[in-house]
């Protein structure tokens, strides 16, 4: 099992700026992609940024340019580092990693969730 505890969020105006953090514990061996989704009020959760353990980055095209996905692998941490925020940009955002369960099976993982309210 692996567990997921983010930091960060709160309120900011317009152009400000943001820092996510996800801290993971338990079996981290079995990790092959981390990264961040978000929900909007009545939608599905939508993927913002992940990072694969061999590097591999993508973006929603929402937001390339102004966010950035990183990891530290010596601490077992992944952050998403917002800029330039938008009133769109408000939602819960969510710290996720997949793991590998088989050959063919992969889990999903999710942390708590963290609002990020974007408004002057």
């Known amino acids: 099992q692996v567990r997921l505890v983010e930091s960060g969020g709160g309120l900011v105006p317009p152009g400000g700026s943001l820092r996510l953090s996800c801290a993971a514990s338990?079996?981290?061996?079995?990790?092959?992609?981390m990264g961040w989704y978000r929900q909007f009020p009545g939608k599905d959760r939508e993927v913002v940024a992940t990072?694969?353990?061999?590097?591999?980055?993508n973006y929603a095209d929402s937001v390339k340019g102004r966010f950035t996905i990183s990891r530290d692998n010596a601490k077992n941490t992944w952050s998403l580092e917002m800029n330039s925020l938008k009133p769109e940009d408000t939602a819960v955002y969510f710290c996720?990693?997949?793991?590998?369960?088989?050959?063919?099976?992969?889990?999903?993982?999710w942390g708590q969730g963290t609002q990020v309210s974007v408004s002057s």
């Open positions: 338990g079996r981290l061996f079995t990790i092959n992609t």
């Open positions: 990072v694969s353990t061999s590097g591999s980055i």
């Open positions: 996720y990693a997949q793991t590998v369960v088989s050959i063919e099976g992969r889990m999903p993982h």
